[in-house]
């Protein structure tokens, strides 16, 4: 299992510029997020997905897009990038039945993006 | 507003030293409190807490939930360079949310 794999794992972009950072995990797992981990923070919730074509907000959204076609896959759409979403970016996933306490988040290594 | 708050923020100990950190919570009904390892990278999981509040051991790691003060804490004994890191601790909140609110972390380093 390689587990949580996300690409690219560095990325430097001009302000107004777009792209997507893709995440595959391969545990069959419903449940998948985005967070992002600002220095000296904590990690911040962007977008989650509690299964294929079943997406929510999180803590900090705007700026941001997700799709989930598949269990496999979720990637994170940015438009219009700005300085401010300089950061590293996590993908995570868990698995969950209705009304369980959801087992615990595997995290894949993140990418470091950068907005000049 | 939900919150997690931890405590200390950054922390220097030498090898040996035993450690306690500190996570407190004002998250309604949460579910469960969990805390993470992060090192240079992703974090990785180390323990999840319950209402029940059984302690949870690991080797020289050990956490509890005080459902009282609303607070948890992570201890780690006889530390060694290999536990510098990132520890953050995260609130599940009440059921159907699943949106998980992390503390900011608490830097920690052990020199040998």
């Known amino acids: 299992n390689a587990g949580v794999t996300q690409t690219p794992k560095f990325r430097i972009l001009k302000i107004g510029q777009s792209m997507t950072l893709q995440c595959t995990q391969d545990?069959?797992?419903?449940?998948m997020y985005w967070y992002r981990q600002d220095p000296g923070m904590g990690l911040k919730l962007i977008y989650y997905?509690?299964?294929?074509?079943?997406?929510d907000k999180g803590e900090v959204p705007n700026g941001y897009n997700v799709s989930r076609s598949t269990t496999e896959d979720f990637p994170l759409r940015l438009e219009l990038a700005a300085p401010s979403q300089t950061s590293v970016y996590f993908c995570?996933?868990?698995?969950?039945?209705?009304?369980?306490?959801?087992?615990?988040?595997?995290f894949g290594p993140g990418t470091r993006l950068t907005v000049l | 507003e939900d919150k997690v708050v931890q405590s200390p923020l950054s922390l220097v100990v030498h090898e040996g030293d035993t450690v306690t950190l500190n996570c407190s919570y004002e998250?309604?009904?949460?579910?469960?409190l969990l805390w993470y390892k992060q090192e240079k990278k992703a974090p990785t999981f180390l323990f999840m807490l319950?209402?029940?509040?059984i302690e949870k051991k690991s080797g020289r790691l050990s956490s509890i939930l005080d459902k009282k003060e609303l607070s948890s804490i992570l201890n780690i004994t006889a530390t060694q360079t290999g536990d510098s890191a990132i520890y953050l601790c995260?609130?599940?909140?009440?059921?159907?949310?699943?949106?998980?609110?992390f503390g900011t972390g608490t830097r920690l380093k052990v020199l040998a």
């Open positions: 998250v309604t009904n949460f579910r469960s």
């Open positions: 997905s509690v299964g294929a074509g079943i997406t």
């Open positions: 545990m069959n797992h419903n449940y």
């Open positions: 995260a609130v599940d909140p009440p059921s159907g949310t699943y949106k998980y609110i």
């Open positions: 319950t209402s029940s509040g």
């Open positions: 995570a996933s868990s698995y969950s039945t209705a009304g369980a306490l959801t087992d615990t988040q595997y």
